[in-house]
């Protein structure tokens, strides 16, 4: 259930807040709903990490692929799946270490 509020609410505020979003979204729902520490990594990771590659792989065909590869160039990397592939990367271990550091928080208040 954490998976699925983090995922709709972090792709609504996504439109409206800056990026950081994805790290305060998993944060207070594992600081909310208690869950193991593994849980509270695992959940956060994939679920930002799934939402960010769905944009990113929506944002890579509507463009034909050209926008992520120019962007991929300025990285030095080769295409732009492998943008994508490192983009979910990093977005899953923010939400990952935002949801780990929740549930730590509510263990250190509770």
Do not use: C, D
């Not at 699925?4 to 979204?25: D, E």
């Not at 593994?38 to 956060?44: I, L």
């Not at 935002?98 to 549930?103: E, R, V």
Request: aromatic residues 18%; glycine residues 10%; positive net charge.
């Amino acid at each position: 259930m954490n998976f699925v509020i983090i995922f709709i609410v972090t792709a609504i505020l996504q439109f409206f807040t800056p990026w950081w979003t994805v790290a305060l979204i998993p944060f207070m729902i594992a600081a909310w709903r208690p869950t193991t520490s593994f849980q509270s990594f695992f959940t956060g990771f994939l679920a930002i990490a799934l939402l960010w590659f769905l944009y990113g792989l929506y944002l890579h065909i509507n463009s034909l692929g050209s926008m992520s590869n120019k962007i991929a160039e300025i990285f030095s990397l080769p295409n732009g799946i492998l943008l994508l592939i490192v983009t979910t990367i990093l977005g899953g271990l923010v939400g990952g270490l935002a949801g780990l550091s929740g549930y730590f928080v509510r263990k250190t208040v509770a």
